[in-house]
């Protein structure tokens, strides 16, 4: 799975606010609460999900609670940032927003069943990851001295002076 490496524990933080798995072997948490129960599993899937024309997905993090739940109208915007279903002053919107932002990033997906009551589950698929061949830069030349003219126009004198010293010192 590629992502930055700060993106992952900042999503699963944001979609479960409790800690997660630190592996993707099949490790599994649970964490309780005085609002109930979290799990968070990590496991990299027997299957891998074809997409036409996009890598398959190979690990499902799944995060499950057993908390409110979402009625349909919270479910069609839990991923629009600034929506909460919070009271005012209790979040801001952008714990959804920002881990379909990072799935997205990361070229991954989102499955999500919830109901008022019933709690929550998010599975969210990634792509492995496939290592890029690193890109070596082209060596850097020394400029070409030619017949060239620049023209340095500054009103200051002493930053019109310390201009004419580099371009000077580079020979141009």
Do not use: W
Request: aromatic content about 4%; proline content about 9%; overall charge negative.
């Amino acid at each position: 799975m590629r992502c930055g490496p700060a993106l992952l524990p900042d999503t699963r933080r944001r979609s479960s606010d409790g800690a997660g798995p630190d592996e993707s072997r099949g490790e599994r948490e649970r964490c309780h609460a005085a609002r109930g129960t979290l799990d968070i599993e990590c496991r990299i899937l027997p299957e891998p999900i074809e997409r036409p024309g996009r890598p398959p997905l190979n690990i499902l993090l799944e995060v499950r609670d057993t908390g409110v739940g979402m009625d349909e109208a919270v479910k069609a915007r839990m991923f629009e940032p600034f929506f909460t279903s919070k009271e005012k002053g209790k979040g801001t919107g952008l714990g959804l927003s920002t881990v379909y932002g990072v799935v997205a990033q990361a070229g991954g997906e989102i499955e999500v069943d919830s109901a008022p009551g019933q709690g929550s589950q998010f599975r969210i698929y990634f792509p492995l990851a496939v290592a890029e061949a690193e890109e070596t830069p082209p060596p850097v030349s020394a400029a070409p001295g030619g017949l060239e003219t620049i023209l340095l126009v500054e009103d200051e004198a002493g930053v019109r002076a310390l201009a004419e010293t580099i371009l000077k010192k580079a020979r141009l």
